[in-house]
T-cell receptor
Framework: AQRVTQPEKLLSVFKGAPVELKCNYS??????LFWYVQYSRQRLQLLLR??SRESIKGFTADLNKGETSFHLKKPFAQEEDSAMYYC????????????FGTGTRLQVTL | DTGVSQDPRHKITKRGQNVTFRCDPI?????LYWYRQTLGQGPEFLTY????????KSRLLSDRFSAERPKGSFSTLEIQRTEQGDSAMYLC??????????FGPGTRLLVL
């Protein structure tokens, strides 16, 4: 079975502070991991895909297969980063459905 | 706007009524997905299509739910005999084969 765990419902940081949103997963094969973001009153948007190894809006995430984690990091938080962040997993093969975590709300304050 | 679109954006219905939602994917995307999201939870997979073929259905999708994608373009999701527990946000997403999924704005359903 596929499972994604985001242990924090809310993460509050000051502007300019580092951010780490935790994501752990359970999957028996080789998963593909994603981070999606939802800003207030907007649709769910793809932020990162682990196979792309990109940095988007200053965010990075490294897949750690040993710890089964895919934590999202940013060195300096900005006010505009305040949003709901969802970690998601897709299995290998043709079954590409996404399994989402429950999400973490990031609140960046001055 | 060339993104995924959904209609209606909001639907209020009485228990026992049937409702139908529509999703228009990004035009070149051959895969289309339906998810359901309730308060405090992440989206949960319901079903997906590759072109017009429905390839997988979740156990969440009871026999009151049916989805179609007749010409491999837009899709409809119908809920028959709605129940209060069906109240949720219904999300549609589309992708290329093995591509990332792009989501629509969702249809919020409230069953009274």
């Amino acid at each position: 079975a596929q499972r994604v765990t985001q242990p924090e419902k809310l993460l509050s940081v000051f502007k300019g502070a580092p951010v780490e949103l935790k994501c752990n997963y359970s999957y028996s094969g080789s998963p593909e991991l994603f981070w999606y973001v939802q800003y207030s009153r907007q649709r769910l948007q793809l932020l990162l895909r682990h196979i792309s190894r990109e940095s988007i809006k200053g965010f990075t995430a490294d897949l750690n297969k040993g710890e089964t984690s895919f934590h999202l990091k940013k060195p300096f938080a900005q006010e505009e980063d305040s949003a709901m962040y969802y970690c998601a997993l897709s299995g290998t093969g043709t079954a590409s459905k996404l399994t989402f975590g429950t999400g973490t709300r990031l609140q960046v304050t001055l | 706007d060339t993104g995924v679109s959904q209609d209606p954006r909001h639907k209020i219905t009485k228990r026992g009524q049937n409702v139908t939602f529509r999703c228009d994917p990004i035009s070149e995307h051959n895969r289309l997905y339906w998810y359901r999201q309730t308060l405090g939870q992440g989206p949960e997979f319901l079903t997906y299509f590759q072109n017009e073929a429905q390839l997988e259905k979740s156990r969440l999708l009871s026999d009151r739910f049916s989805a179609e994608r007749p010409k491999g373009s837009f899709s409809t999701l119908e809920i028959q005999r709605t129940e209060q527990g069906d109240s949720a946000m219904y999300l549609c997403a589309s992708s290329l084969t093995s591509g990332a999924q792009y989501f629509g704005p969702g249809t919020r359903l409230l069953v009274l």
